[in-house]
């Protein structure tokens, strides 16, 4: 890993300690430069979505006018946790860097129920099926 990035998230994640936030912290690069950094502000901003690697990748997106972050490498602290890694393949980042594994003590919370809904579904399949379509038409 080159050493200006571990330096870059080390001083972050020092940043989001001092601010009593879980010292998690996030920098995206690409072409060999930091595009953009963050740390862990769930704490502060009561709000479950800011994870360094939601920030890093938002204000990223915002850089370069694009959700789509090809060709961008991010580097953690920590091993991206299932939310993250599901934005992360989404933005479209090809490479993911960390220095630690998820540490043993700390629990994921998945006691949510996922149930499929029966009702209306031919309705709305044929809404997503139309939107494609106009989508495939004006290419």
Do not use: H
């Given at each position: 890993?080159?050493?200006?990035?571990?330096?870059?998230?080390?001083?972050l994640a020092k940043k989001?300690?001092?601010?009593?936030?879980v010292p998690i912290s996030a920098i995206i690069v690409k072409d060999?430069?930091?595009?953009?950094?963050?740390f862990n502000k769930r704490i502060k901003n009561n709000n479950v979505l800011d994870h360094a690697e939601i920030m890093a990748i938002r204000k990223a997106e915002k850089k370069l006018k694009?959700?789509?972050?090809?060709?961008?490498?991010?580097y953690?602290?920590?091993?991206?946790?299932?939310?993250?890694?599901?934005?992360?393949?989404q933005?479209?980042?090809k490479n993911v860097y960390y220095l630690l594994e998820k540490l043993n003590f700390k629990k994921e919370y998945n006691k949510t129920n996922f149930i499929k809904i029966s009702e209306n579904k031919q309705m709305y399949y044929s809404i997503l099926q139309d939107f494609f379509k106009k989508k495939r038409d004006k290419k």
């Open positions: 890993m080159n050493d200006k990035y571990l330096k870059q998230l080390i001083k989001a300690s001092k601010k009593k936030e060999g430069k930091i595009i953009s950094k963050a694009d959700w789509r972050l090809f060709d961008c490498d991010l953690v602290t920590l091993k991206p946790c299932s939310m993250c890694e599901t934005i992360i393949k933005a479209r980042i």
